[in-house]
């Protein structure tokens, strides 16, 4: 026996607290002992390289076997194995990381990184073992073999062993309730969990069972469009193809590789909870990137890999710590560059991606303002306007150098709108510039294109311009483009008519020589005491067009500044925003049916009871058409859905009934 004796613990790594509570999930343990052999097997490459080892290094790669009948569990490394003053220092001298000691002895010797950094790994094993065993062999001439045992208390054992193949075999016996790892189905689940893109082999009965390349660690330029799709699709298999994606890599002022992925945003996809896997040195870590990544980035998907994030602090700390505020802001600049790329080069796929973009762009232009910067220019919106295709024109290129760098970027002007999409889409710039001579410093827009297609069509016959602005971030895009641009007004189609809508010629109209009022008074007054309803204000108005029986006969405006109160009193209270008994009626005098209706009230003949014998029709319809308003701006519940068929079908009724006399 070469010595016995009790292991060095520091006094801030109590040995039984590290046995039972290194980590919060046992099945970590594989995780740490694999990359320990990867490690070694990295280190036995550097010391080959810098000449201190001449022999054959062989075929890098880590077995697993299981033994059931003796309930153990061992890993083998061919790598560079330790002598018995190694197993002293790194394995009694618990928490300190010979990893950290030998990259800087190799330093600048090799691009392969040792994965290290993580400490107490090789304690993790005692998380689900009674005992463990270290047999190793080091690289070094002469080396004698040794065999260290421990059983889980601060007493170990080190004595010379009969090994003769250069590297480390890990041995655990394990624990009674911890026996699931003695089958090859959950050792294999673990190895493509968390070390399937370690660059060595992991074999089990032969069988390899991880990728090994890592593409996030490949130049771009060595990756095809095919190859980035199909590492999408390996790590979320039947997951419709991703829209875009961003390559990272960088090595300065900290290092990270990744690639990150803009999903299709299904109804179902939880925005709130990312998808972006954790990677340090190609070894997984979390599927959890929130603290990491700006908040409007979490329903992004891929891979992140990085040695500068640090693993072992709370997610509060996380959050506050500087490095990774800044890795943030990194991956927040390469996708705002990416965005920028597409809307130049491939305008079509930008359109196409924008319904699912949006999202995205315009919540880190709500929470970010570099990001803002970046790509407030590229926003756009649905636009009910014809923009003609531009003719093609031979621009020359014109480059200049980027900022960041020596590299070259192109600049060429590009046209501003999309001539490609069957749906025109515009920036809001462009919609103010097209429209300044019509209605300068004025933004017309929907929520809802098919409740609001009556206000929308109305505007359209008028040659006005119309956004779509309904996505269910617009209502708080709305406000921040009102701060943004703030003289420019934002009226909504149904808040209230601009006058290009409206036919303001009263002279033509009809006073009726009886009453003294005109045509519109009579009205006015016709449905108030119809619909005897004092919080609605009855407006008439004759809306100009070719054709007055394509316009509508009545409908319903909500004054923008009351119904943003509302709906931001209904979001303050969390419940969703009623509709206002407080909103107008407007009347549309030159439709035929008003006018007919009009004619309808003054030719019946007066009763005993001095109410014409036309007033009961007169009042249906005037509530019919109130109801046929109401319709376009919100649904009826059951009971009003119940009235307005009994009012339709005794409208029906009547109307039949006048008919056959």
């Not at 300068?440 to 929520?447: A, I, K, L, P």
Request: aromatic share 8%; proline share 4%; net charge negative.
């Amino acid at each position: 026996m070469l010595e016995q004796g009790t292991i060095s613990i520091h006094t801030e790594n109590i040995f039984p607290i590290i046995k039972k509570s290194l980590y919060s999930d046992h099945q970590i343990f594989l995780r740490e002992l694999v990359s320990n052999a990867v490690d070694a097997i990295q280190k036995l490459n550097m010391v080959s390289r810098a000449g201190e080892y001449t022999g054959d290094i062989g075929e890098p790669e880590i077995q697993i076997a299981i033994d059931k009948n003796n309930k153990t569990l061992s890993l083998t490394d061919n790598g560079i194995g330790m002598t018995a003053d190694e197993v002293k220092k790194y394995i009694n001298q618990v928490a300190f990381s010979s990893a950290e000691e030998f990259i800087h002895k190799y330093e600048g010797k090799s691009d392969q990184p040792i994965i290290g950094h993580f400490g107490l790994g090789f304690y993790s094993s005692f998380m689900v073992a009674q005992k463990v065993e270290i047999d190793t062999l080091s690289y070094q001439e002469g080396a004698q073999a040794v065999h260290w045992t421990c059983d889980g208390s601060p007493q170990f054992t080190l004595e010379e062993s009969t090994r003769t193949t250069r590297g480390t075999t890990i041995t655990l016996t394990l624990q009674g309730e911890e026996e699931e790892f003695l089958e090859a189905a959950r050792i294999k689940n673990l190895v493509k969990t968390y070390c399937d893109f370690m660059p060595v082999p992991i074999k089990l009965d032969g069988e390899v069972l991880n990728q090994q390349k890592a593409p996030w660690r490949e130049s771009a330029s060595n990756l095809s469009r095919e190859d980035y799709l199909e590492f999408y699709r390996y790590l979320y298999p039947f997951q419709e193809e991703p829209l875009l994606w961003v390559h990272l890599n960088t090595d300065y002022p900290f290092i990270i590789n990744g690639i990150l992925y803009f999903p299709k945003m299904r109804p179902d996809v939880d925005v709130t909870k990312g998808q972006i896997k954790l990677f340090c040195n190609q070894v997984f870590v979390s599927d959890n990137c929130e603290e990491i990544i700006p908040q409007f980035l979490t329903p992004m998907r891929g891979v992140i890999d990085s040695t500068d994030i640090p693993l072992n602090v709370s997610r509060s700390a996380l959050q506050g710590d500087r490095t990774v505020r800044r890795i943030g802001d990194y991956i927040a600049k390469k996708v705002g560059d990416r965005l920028k790329e597409l809307y130049r080069d491939n305008r079509e796929q930008y359109i196409s991606a924008w319904k699912d973009l949006s999202t995205f762009v315009k919540f880190g232009v709500l929470n970010d303002e570099k990001f803002k910067k970046q790509v407030e220019d590229i926003i756009v919106f649905r636009t009910t306007a014809k923009i003609a295709p531009k003719a093609a024109v031979e621009t020359p290129t014109v480059e200049v150098q980027s900022p960041d760098g020596d590299v070259w970027q192109d600049v060429t002007p590009s046209s501003t709108e999309d001539t490609t999409s069957s749906t025109p889409y515009t920036t809001l710039k462009e919609y103010l510039e097209r429209n300044k001579e019509r209605h300068e410093n004025r933004v017309f827009y929907s929520t809802d294109e098919t409740t609001q297609a009556t206000y929308i069509e109305l505007h359209k016959n008028q040659g006005l311009e119309v956004l779509f602005m309904d996505s269910f971030i617009d209502t708080h895009f709305i406000n921040f483009l009102e701060r943004e641009y703030s003289d420019v007004k934002f009226t909504r189609v149904d808040s209230d008519l601009d006058n290009t809508l409206l036919d303001q010629n009263k002279a033509g109209e009809i006073v009726d020589p009886k009453t003294n009022k005109t045509r519109s008074e009579s009205i006015k007054e016709l449905f108030e005491k119809s619909l005897n309803k004092p919080k609605v204000n009855i407006r008439t108005e004759a809306l100009k067009s070719d054709n007055p029986q394509s316009t509508p006969p009545a409908i319903v405006l909500l004054p923008e500044i009351l119904r943003r109160l509302r709906e931001m009193n209904a979001l303050m209270q969390q419940q969703n925003s009623e509709f206002p008994e407080d909103h107008i009626l407007l009347v549309n005098t030159a439709h035929p049916l008003i006018q007919n209706l009009a004619n309808l009230n003054q030719g019946g003949i007066i009763q005993e009871d001095g109410q014409s014998s036309t007033n009961p029709l007169v009042n249906l319809i005037c509530q019919h058409v109130y109801d046929l308003a109401l319709m376009s701006q919100k649904g009826f519940d059951a009971e009003g859905m119940k009235s307005f068929v009994e009012r339709s079908n005794e409208v029906l009724t009547k109307l039949t009934e006048q008919a056959g006399k």
